[in-house]
């Protein structure tokens, strides 16, 4: 009993104390009521297309709407080929079309929250590289309408993890708010990184682990993930993100 007693207290202090603290600022924030309120304008965050004329891949994430803002953020990828004069945009999202593609601009915000860049690669590694994240895209398995649960997946972030994961270059996995990205495709329950620098274990991202050179040591409940970062010095708190270099 002792050690179960330790354990729930561990829990509540690592896991729910950050997130309801979260909640609570979260609720007192000033915020659009609906996504017509919402501002989804670019917020200036990448260059015109045609003023940057290497190849690029950015990594995007930013809080999302209502209470899941408390805790949850969304992804998207944009690339650019070199020359190209636009970017182009894509995400996972529970409405629309399976894959969106350019529904928004590169850099917008996201239900009137600023993103922030996961990762960039520029120049000749991007240009390396897109190909594989379109291949990585082209074969996500819950691609077709109606393939999209909010929790715990498969959503927005399982889909820009499953990238992530895929093509490993990037050197980047999603902040510990990315909610879902933790849902291995297929019904997984074990998955190794493409280079074998990262593991995961989960069931069905309810509860789970992943370890390795980019995820450092992750626990994962619910949803939630606490953590310590390897690469860059760090930890990881539930629902607030990363705390680190």
Avoid: C
């Avoid at 399982?158 to 019904?187: I, K, M, N, Q, W």
């Avoid at 992943?210 to 860059?232: K, N, P, Q, T």
């Amino acid at each position: 009993m002792k050690i179960l007693r330790r354990l729930l207290f561990a829990f509540a202090v690592i896991y729910l104390l950050p997130a309801l603290s979260s909640a609570g600022l979260w609720y007192l924030k000033e915020r659009p009521q609906s996504w017509r309120d919402a501002d989804w304008s670019s917020a200036g965050v990448l260059p015109p297309a045609t003023e940057s004329p290497e190849a690029a891949i950015y990594v995007f994430s930013a809080t999302t709407g209502g209470m899941k803002g408390a805790v949850a953020s969304h992804a998207w990828i944009v690339t650019k080929d070199e020359g190209a004069t636009t970017y182009d945009r894509y995400e996972k999202v529970g409405w629309g079309k399976p894959i969106r593609k350019n529904a928004y601009q590169a850099d917008s915000r996201w239900y009137s929250n600023d993103p922030r860049i996961v990762v960039a690669v520029t120049g000749g590694d991007a240009e390396r590289l897109i190909p594989k994240v379109e291949q990585a895209i082209a074969a996500y398995p819950y691609s077709a309408p109606g393939a999209y649960r909010l929790w715990p997946g498969p959503n927005s972030n399982t889909f820009v993890a499953h990238v992530l994961r895929s093509v490993p270059e990037h050197g980047a996995v999603l902040p510990p708010d990315a909610v879902g990205r933790d849902y291995l495709p297929d019904g997984k329950l074990f998955q190794i990184d493409a280079d074998g620098r990262d593991l995961h274990a989960t069931l069905y991202g309810l509860a789970g682990i992943s370890a390795g050179w980019r995820s450092g040591v992750e626990l994962h409940f619910m949803g939630l993930v606490a953590g310590i970062d390897i690469a860059r010095p760090g930890i990881k708190v539930p629902a607030v993100g990363r705390l680190g270099i």
